[in-house]
């Protein structure tokens, strides 16, 4: 018998002070990082997706970023006066 699945791991990046484009708020933005890895018998192996997002603490509306795009904020947060707040990843299960 072979168990297998997916585990999902959600890394904080970066919070943000943007302009919502949903409710139109100056709002803090959490810039994350979604990883959902492939595993076998619990062990997670590799990754198979990675996603990067923003979301409004005001309505959370969530948007999609490509890599490029999160990793331009990213460095812009570093070098900004809100610096970077770092985060443990959270755990999600998938069967």
């Known amino acids: 018998m072979i168990i297998f699945g997916t585990k999902g791991y959600l890394?904080?990046?970066?919070i943000l002070t943007l302009v919502c484009g949903q409710c139109g708020n100056?709002?803090?933005?959490?810039?994350?990082?979604?990883?959902t890895k492939f595993t076998l018998f619990f062990v997670p192996l590799f990754p198979i997706s990675t996603k990067y997002l923003t979301q409004c603490t005001?309505?959370?509306t969530e948007q999609k970023l490509t890599k490029e795009q999160a990793e331009q904020l990213?460095?812009?947060s570093t070098n900004g006066p809100s610096g970077q707040a770092q985060g443990q990843p959270q755990?999600?299960?998938r069967f």
Do not use: I, S
Not at 11 to 14: G, H, I, M, P, S
Not at 26 to 35: D, F, M, N, S
């Open 58 to 60: 005001f309505c959370g």
């Open 26 to 35: 100056p709002a803090a933005h959490t810039l994350r990082k979604r990883v």
């Open 91 to 93: 755990q999600h299960d």
């Open 11 to 14: 890394y904080q990046l970066a």
């Open 74 to 76: 990213q460095t812009q």
